[in-house]
């Protein structure tokens, strides 16, 4: 009797232990992928990550890049005549044709909706002037961006180099990057898109996106791209929007990524809410003739927190000593003359520029500890 109480209170107390492991730790060992991230997209704040800086294969995700890239060509409604060397590419296939034409935007859809190897040569051949080219675009607009320990070999991912390679964190710091298009946004969201035919062809080409978590799996999810190869495995970057909230999500050699990407959503937003100072109301803090009600904000302060964090932020406001000349300028044109930020703790966070222009504002003082507003999941945001 007494070895069955003495298990009782052992198996308790190991029990109580394991209640006290974080939710990080927790949803770490759920994570099928050898890398993975989860990154909310306005701040860059990590929510969680998972050997997220080692390099590995990223096989398809990599057309993230192959079409941004196009987008910023500038050259999307530009029509592209495929060659031999776009039909022949091995793996997934939109089934372009030598020979065909086709409008660049087309191609775009095709390689983000329904990884078409062959529409990432065609992309690269026209957009680069040759693939080889393109590439040297890629790992320019890498660097660019701060993917330091990224390499691109080809536009579509396949396996026939060993000189192409990422990292979680670089390919959550890309899609960061593209979702700031607005057109990636929209191409990215895409469920179906219907490609004319081209001449000669009967139907249009119908393409249905291979994102599962948009298209059926996740409802907050606003898009993304697959990835698989038989060396990199199975690659996926996704991104969701819950209650003011926008997320990234990366899994490397994740043979249940779905899921994976699903439990680190529903983690980011069952322990994080955005908290917003609001531009109009941060400045009413100051209390000096000459700026008072003459300065604004270019717009909110906003950072990622866990209800425990909100007691730590603050916002501080650095101004320069004012000039005579900006009292005598009549032309109402805006000068940067300081900057407000918000920390948590001892760590900056955000910041926002402070312009200085006349009469911007008529409101009452009103203390800047009133202008914290935290969006919770399932507000209005």
Not at 70 to 97: C, F, N, P
Not at 325 to 336: A, M
Not at 360 to 372: P, Q, R, Y
Request: hydrophobic share 40%; aromatic share 8%.
């Amino acid at each position: 009797m007494k070895i069955r109480k003495q298990i009782a209170l052992f198996i308790a107390a190991v029990m109580m232990l394991f209640s006290c492991i974080p939710d990080r730790a927790k949803a770490m060992n759920g994570v099928s992928a050898q890398s993975a991230i989860l990154m909310e997209q306005n701040s860059g704040r990590i929510l969680f990550e998972k050997d997220s800086h080692t390099k590995r294969r990223i096989a398809s995700i990599t057309k993230i890049m192959t079409v941004i890239l196009a987008i910023e060509s500038g050259k999307m409604d530009d029509t592209v005549t495929v060659s031999a060397r776009a039909v022949h590419t091995e793996g997934s296939s939109i089934y372009l044709k030598e020979g065909e034409k086709i409008k660049l935007r087309d191609l775009v859809y095709g390689t983000m909706l329904r990884s078409g190897n062959d529409a990432a040569v065609a992309i690269a051949e026209h957009v680069g002037g040759s693939v080889e080219g393109f590439v040297f675009l890629m790992n320019q607009k890498a660097a660019e961006i701060g993917m330091r320990n990224t390499h691109f070999a080809n536009p579509h991912g396949l396996d026939d180099s060993e000189n192409h390679y990422s990292t979680a964190y670089d390919m959550a710091l890309l899609m960061q990057y593209a979702m700031k298009n607005k057109e990636f946004r929209k191409i990215s969201g895409t469920e179906v898109y219907r490609a004319p035919a081209s001449p000669g062809e009967d139907w249009d080409r119908v393409w249905r996106n291979k994102n599962k978590l948009l298209t059926s799996l996740y409802e907050y999810c606003t898009g993304g791209k697959t990835g698989y190869t038989k060396r990199a495995k199975r690659t996926l970057v996704t991104t969701a929007s819950k209650g003011g909230m926008d997320l990234i999500a990366v899994t490397l050699d994740a043979p249940d990524d779905w899921n994976d990407h699903i439990a680190m959503y529903e983690y980011g937003f069952g322990h994080y809410m955005i908290a917003k100072v609001n531009r109009k109301r941060m400045v009413k803090k100051i209390r000096d003739s000459f700026y008072r009600k003459n300065i604004q904000a270019s717009r909110d302060l906003r950072y990622p927190v866990t209800e425990e964090e909100i007691k730590e932020l603050h916002v501080k406001i650095y101004l320069l000593r004012p000039k005579k000349d900006w009292k005598k300028d009549e032309r109402g044109i805006p000068t940067v003359v300081g900057k407000a930020v918000l920390y948590l703790g001892d760590q900056a966070v955000d910041e926002v520029p402070l312009l200085y222009k006349k009469s911007v504002s008529k409101e009452t003082n009103h203390s800047i500890w009133n202008a914290f507003h935290f969006l919770g999941v399932g507000s209005d945001g």
